[in-house]
């Protein structure tokens, strides 16, 4: 249902949409009764049609049990509610499937900057491709990301993954996504940061293979061209450099 | 038994308006301040929701909106009608003016403190106005001023706003702790002869449970802004992750408090609606001791579900799925205080006056909000809620039918009480219909538009490919043209009550045939309230009891 | 323009005097302010266990003798009650002015003992331990000076032979401020 709405990009959105729809279904349903009964009650003992009121305590049995029968059924709806609940909490933040990739992900006031793992598959070595407001993704790894902040609270968010992960100073919070489609996509900031809070829009770029390839290559072409200058320099100096 | 109503002197305009110790005049005092700060807070969401639909344009009385003040613009917002207009209306209004008069005594048992405490309070909205006008602005990190960014200025450029916002909260904070104090004491120890404690009227004890729940949250948090305020202006750091501090212990102190807050401000709100419904339905509260007893057991649990602001915020996921469980459960006993409302209901003899309109109108509304919080009580649904207009929705649903329709409701129910006329009727319907309908039709689209992913507190949309599509743009629009027509409607009102204070039909003592003790004195009650004190024969919503001629048996009335 | 005490302050539904329920709910109001400090306290302390070495610092011995002397004025206050029900105002009298000394001392004491903590270069800023340090202490030091005033207060009333049932208040609010020291004193002075 809520793929009417925003698109499902992420192999842990159904999960989510199908709580959110469990929620529609069984919450509605109470919202409607409610309702129904609330506003037929207005109706038919307006004072016109029912002049005298009844004398009802709601202290006897035969009065409460139209209160405990739908409390009860209630009780059974949230315990069905609480499941779902929780079964799709689990899956997207106490579960963590084996990492195809990683990404680091830092926030700041006020961008985002993404540090790619590179041809080597790698975090941490030259090879790292880092860019500001835009993720590049392969469409169908399971990535693993290292969310951090530099200064405030930030919050990465992207909207059609459903996924969202508050980014706290002092802490390098990890957590996972497996994106489903391929196109761009929105990523927000979803935690107050001051005054460039609502301009810290960055985009996720969701790649097919070969695509994803092509933007890599044209990202190392740098560093490749990095590594031979750095080579010369050392021969022209007489170091004894990498070869 | 006589009052002391005879013994009071002559007093000047300063005794007896501005430094009365009177719970009546107090109240009115509370009423006044509450409703002039409930027009700033209009004023702000009318700047920010103009920014939103027409981004960039000079906005009339305001002029181009920058980001950091349409930051400063929801923050105060927020802040300013909750500890400012939500508070002081519905627990020190309703509780000032009505619990001496509903338990039958003539004043509240501590008068002093109680003038000690508004003028507390009123210093306090002083310095929350006070932080508009100081170097670097108002504070503009949300109501929720999470560190690191309210404790460093180099973050939130606000250094002086800041300080403002903690200690206008803090004061207020001190104001409402000393005020529960009175209201607790007297509800239970100045009762009138007679009145146990299952006849004392239901809003009397929701506005004392609402004051202990206030007090058991706030110390915390209480605790936690001396360390935010220590951390600002001295620069420890018990929220900074660079000296050992935690941001996130502030947003558990925050939400301990928080939490429990929202019920703070319930109770009363359901405390008006009760002693309408019975009124306009001529008909007995259906499960007095179900609501009582559910009304206790909710405000206990409250204490065990704030973690449900934090899912995502950085806590062990583990944790999350205890708040979620904690949460959805605290849904059953308020379901159930809904559904026994209804019953009151049935099988009544319903007048659709003013008041009850609104009381209604509360029920109908609240009921949406409290369903579409389980959207974000589940922690699986959360994950995407949070922080979206989807938040913003739920949460109007359930304040504004607390702190705006319940206190309409309560204004025109207690009106003739408090000034001895009744106000319009058909003015008081316009107003009714003109706030109800424009209020759905701002919030709606909020729903809608949360759920299509757009995020909160964001100053415009065009940034996000996703969002500034016209059709969304469109729902921008017309929630804030509906605002405007909302706050338009609310002129009748505003007219309605300075005029009836002139010209309304004179009320009598008891014009709604009311069976609490605040209706069998005069209308406006003297000094001292009552010539002569009352003594309880019954419980209070003692209407329609068959075999007997009047429909209504006031609680002092002998058998 | 005097102000005239309202009947319903007299009254007592519940059998309790009012005061004295006043007074315990603003108890309550205060167990969870210090309640919510102390927490957080506690739980910062498990996580940093190099605390240790700044808690090292703390004086045992003005502990040791701050604790002494408000345990003594308790008991004082005490004393000062049971003055007060045996019909005796000016022994009650006394006996409030020792609790009152008692305080005072309390506060030179931590005087002393903060001057020198200051000069060694132990100030709020030095580390959070310090930071909580003196917020917990100094938030208690001021429920004292309070706690003072308002007992000097009632002391003056008492010998006019007015308000007596307010030495029995005082001494409940007395006592809470002992046991908040109670918690302070191992938290910040024993653990290391």
Redesign the interface.
Known sequence: MMELIIEQASSFASDIDFIILVIVILGGFWLFVAEFVFFYFLYKYRRSNNPKAAYITGEKHSEKKWIHWPHYMVIACDIFIIFFAIKAWYNVKQDLPPADDTVRIVGQQWAWTFVHSGPDKQLGTFDDITTVDELHLKKGLVYHFKLESKDVLHSFSVPVFRLKQDAVPGRVITGWFKPTKSGTFDVQCAEMCGIGHGAMAAKVHIHTDSDYTYWENKQTKGHAQKKLNQQTANLANNKSGDL | MT??AS???E?SFW?KYIFS?DHKVIALQYFFTGVMMAVVGAFLVYVFRMQLAFPGKEVLGFGVVSSGEYNALVTNHGTIMIFWVAMPMLIATFGNYLI?LMVG????????LNRLSFQIFFLSALVMLASFFVPGGAFGGAWTAYPPLSTDPNYSLTPAGSTFWVLAVALEFVAF?IG??NF???A????APG?KMFDIPIIVWMIVIASILF??????????A??LL?DQL?????YDPS????PI?WQH?FW?FGHPEVYVVLLPALGIVAEILTVFSRKKLFGYKTVLYTTIATGVLSFFVWAHHQFVAGIDPRMANVFTVTTILISIPIAELCFVYIATLYKGSIEFTTPMLFALAFMAEFLIGGVTGIFLGSSGSDIYFHDTSFVVAHFHYTFFPISIIAVFAGVYYWYPKMFGRKMSETLGKIHFWGTIISFNLIMIPLFYLGAAGQHRRVYNYEHFSELSKPYLQDLRVFATVSMIVMLVFQVPFFYNFIMSLFRGEKAGKNPWKANTLEWTTVSPPPH?NFAE?PKVYRPPYEYSVPGRKLDYWPQNEKA | ?S??Q????R????G?S?GK??VW??I??????????L??YI??RLY?DQWSSEAAHTSLIAGSINTFILLTSSLFVVLSHRAIEDKDPQKAFKYLWYTIFGGLGFLVVKSIEWTGEITHGFV??K??FW?FYY?AAG?HALHVIAGIIIMAIISFDIKKNKNLQRVEYIGNYWHFVDIVWIFLFPLLYIAK
């Not at chain 2, 005594?105 to 002093?112: H, I, K, N, Y």
């Not at chain 3, 309202?6 to 302050?9: G, K, S, V, Y």
Request: proline share 4%; with cysteine.
């Open positions: 009052s002391s013994t009071h002197s007093q005794q110790t001496p005594c003539d004043d509240m048992v501590f008068p002093r702790l529960g104090i607790i004491t007297t239970m120890n100045s009762r009145m007090m058991a949250s706030v110390g915390p948090l209480i605790a936690g001396v360390m220590f001295l620069g420890v750091g018990f000296k050992g501090g935690d212990l102190l301990f001292g004190f | 323009m102000f005239a309202p009947m319903a302050t009254r007592s539904s519940t309790i009012t329920l006043a709910w603003v309550v109001s205060e167990i969870v302010i210090f309640g919510g400090l927490v957080s739980l910062y940093h709020m800023t580390s959070l930071a917020t938030l």
